[in-house]
Every structure is written in structure tokens, then in C-alpha cells.
């Protein structure tokens, strides 16, 4: 799994939106919509439920959200660490 993935996972989950996730993350909507799909692919699992733009997590995904919260956070903390 890539950062940038879980950073992308993370903010459709956030926002509930993948428009305001590449609005959130200065991108388009299609990236976002790759990297997700990309990681639902590598781990063989649905993570997010797509119905008329309202965006919904899975089991799976949920699970997904809380490890990634996790990783980014450590992410930015080993960051400003290291600055």
C-alpha cells in the first residue's frame, strides 16, 4: 500500500465525497478515483459503497480507515521529527 493511496482512501472517507477529496488534496477527481480503485484492487476487497455520489465505507473499509488514520498520523509526525 502507497501513502498517497491511503491518503486518497482517507479523504473520500473524511469528506464523504470524492469531489471534495480532490478538492481537499489539491488533485482531480479521476486520481482519487484511480488510487482508491488501485487499492481495492491490491487488497481484493470493496472498500467504499458508490450510490448516486453518496459515498459509504464497508466493513472493510472501515477497518481500512482506522489503519490509515493511524499511518498518516505517524506519517506526519516522524515529518515534523525530523525537520
Request: no cysteine; aromatic share 4%; hydrophobic share 45%.
Amino acid at each position: 500500500m502507497e501513502i498517497e493511496k491511503l491518503k486518497a482512501f482517507a479523504a473520500v472517507a473524511e469528506t464523504g465525497s470524492f469531489t471534495r477529496a480532490a478538492e481537499k488534496l489539491y488533485t482531480s477527481h479521476s486520481s482519487i478515483s484511480r488510487a482508491v480503485s488501485a487499492l481495492e484492487r491490491e487488497l481484493g476487497v470493496k472498500l467504499i459503497e458508490r450510490d448516486n455520489r453518496v459515498v459509504g465505507l464497508t466493513a472493510a473499509g472501515e477497518i481500512l480507515l482506522s489503519g490509515a488514520q493511524d499511518i498518516l498520523k505517524r506519517e506526519e509526525a516522524l515529518k515534523k521529527e525530523i525537520e
